[in-house]
């Protein structure tokens, strides 16, 4: 039993659970961001949790394949080197997975400080939408908008 379902996660099928399973998540954040399960589930670490498992189990798969993990270091070489390790998909996979919770924890941030400032859901809906598609500019519109909602701006919060 366990070596079946061992043998149904592969990296393709974990790619496609993670991508899959991420969505509630962000329609909670963005429909319905003021609501206890969007707080128990979204705004805790439970995404966190389950999205470090993935990660978790894809750096097992990665040592049991016997993937160099000292060659990651060279990504900081160049742009050639970085670029070799995105031919590998266990690296990729890696990275994926890194930029999903990434992601979904800045959206959770975003909800939660727009909760504190009192902005308009329907308006933190855009920064949240371009936060999963591109996280840094969805982040970077949302500091533009609460920045005329908090009436100030620090640059150390």
């Known amino acids: 039993m366990i070596e079946q379902i061992y043998s149904y996660f592969t990296i393709e099928t974990l790619y496609m659970w993670i991508n899959i399973g991420v969505l509630p998540f962000w ?3 963005i429909f319905f961001p003021h609501s206890h399960l969007a ?17 978790i189990f894809v750096l097992y ?13 060279t990504l900081y070489l160049g742009l050639d080197e970085l670029s070799r390790l995105f031919e590998d998909h266990l690296y990729l996979m890696l990275f994926w997975t890194h ?3 990434i992601n979904l924890f800045i959206g ?7 909760q504190k400032f009192y902005i308009n859901k329907m308006l933190v809906a855009i920064p949240l939408i371009i936060t999963y598609l591109i ?13 005329f909602y908090a009436k100030r701006m620090n640059l150390y919060e």
Do not use: E, Q
């Open 27 to 29: 329609f909670m954040l």
């Open 39 to 55: 707080r128990i589930f979204v705004a805790s670490i439970f995404p966190i949790f389950v999205l470090s498992g993935a990660y």
């Open 61 to 73: 798969k990665s040592y049991l394949l016997g993937y160099d993990f000292v060659s990651n270091f």
């Open 99 to 101: 930029f999903i919770a």
């Open 108 to 114: 959770g941030w975003i909800v939660k400080d727009s």
């Open 135 to 147: 996280g840094p500019i969805g982040l970077f519109l949302y500091w533009i908008i609460r920045i």
